[in-house]
């Protein structure tokens, strides 16, 4: 008999395209802090989603890994604003950059955002391997691309072409969770294939 994942469907379904609509439309000017909410929303939704599947085929990785890059991804965001706004501050308000509170405060922002880059491909590691999990535990192969084209377009969105692969991982999760079965049968676990 079948493990019914009919509201698990349902919810992945609904976050991921809440998570894609809300991070596309976060960046414009007023609907921005609304649009962010609804990319939050849609985070959680996805998180019940995986807890609930993960649940009832007895395997916590799915989720467990998901949660792992929400966290690293919010510590990431903190910690670029505490360090731009910190290097702001340093700097004068002239033009003079040469004093060493300036440099300082030059050398905070672009650390900043070297460790917003680190972790962040530290939270799309972990969120590779919960598709992983999730194509393992349901034998939809699109969770498994979603897993391919997250992580290329992670290690290739600093010359902006990554972007577009983030999007094309964002529409094969949307995908994914729509081809997901209302019932599955449980699977074998196997190791994950590399991604290539």
Do not use: C
Request: glycine share 10%; proline share 4%; net charge negative.
């Amino acid at each position: 008999m079948g493990v019914d994942v009919k509201t698990e469907k349902t919810l992945g379904l609904v976050g991921s395209v809440l998570t894609l609509v809300g991070g596309f439309l976060g960046v414009i000017p007023y609907v921005g802090v609304f649009m962010g909410s609804t990319s939050l929303i849609g985070f959680v939704l996805v998180l019940i989603a995986l807890k609930g599947i993960g649940d009832k085929f007895g395997d916590d990785r799915p989720f467990k890994y998901y949660l792992y890059s929400v966290i690293v991804a919010f510590v990431a965001v903190i910690a670029l604003v505490i360090f731009v706004v910190m290097g702001i501050l340093m700097l004068p308000e002239g033009e003079e950059f040469s004093d060493p509170m300036a440099v300082m405060g030059i050398g905070l922002i672009l650390a900043a955002f070297v460790i917003f880059v680190a972790l962040l491909i530290i939270g799309v590691y972990f969120e590779k391997q919960a598709w992983e999990a999730m194509y393992e535990l349901t034998g939809v192969k699109e969770f498994h691309e979603t897993a391919k084209w997250l992580w290329w377009g992670a290690l290739t969105a600093i010359i902006l072409v990554g972007l577009v692969l983030l999007l094309v991982a964002s529409i094969f999760q949307i995908i994914a969770f729509a081809n997901l079965p209302e019932e599955l049968e449980p699977r074998e676990k196997t190791i994950a294939s590399p991604i290539a």
